[in-house]
């Protein structure tokens, strides 16, 4: 049974950083891409970034990129999401998603908070 495990969300002034994990459990993950979502109130959850499990070739959308950086340990099985030069904008629940093919997101995580403030 495939777990995945968010942890490092909080509270942050604008300007800061946080990083985020996500512990993967349940299977191996080879030909996995891992991927980061989120979802801000009364918005749609949208996607912010993806790692192949295997070769760590990244992926990251337009608004995030430059200062978020995905990253993954595959000795650990956690995938990570180092947020910096964080914007209120950025807040919202932060999800794992593990994606077995592309485009079909078959596992996710509880989420975790992020918090921004002005």
């Known amino acids: 049974q495939v777990q995945l495990v968010e942890s490092g969300g909080g509270l942050v002034q604008a300007g800061g950083s946080l990083r985020l994990s996500c512990a993967a459990s349940?299977?191996?993950?080879?030909?996995?891409?891992m991927s980061w979502f989120r979802q801000a109130p009364g918005k749609e959850r949208e996607f912010v970034a993806a790692?192949?499990?295997?070769?760590?070739?990244?992926y990251s959308a337009g608004s995030v990129k430059g200062r978020f950086t995905i990253s993954r340990d595959r000795a650990k099985n956690t995938v990570y999401l180092q947020m910096n030069s964080l914007k209120p904008e950025d807040t919202a629940v932060y999800y794992c998603?593990?994606?077995?093919?592309?485009?079909?997101?078959?596992?996710w995580g509880q989420g975790t908070q992020v918090t921004v403030s002005s």
């Open positions: 998603a593990a994606e077995p093919r592309q485009g079909e997101y078959d596992y």
């Open positions: 349940g299977r191996a993950f080879s030909g996995f891409a």
């Open positions: 790692i192949s499990w295997s070769d760590g070739i990244t």
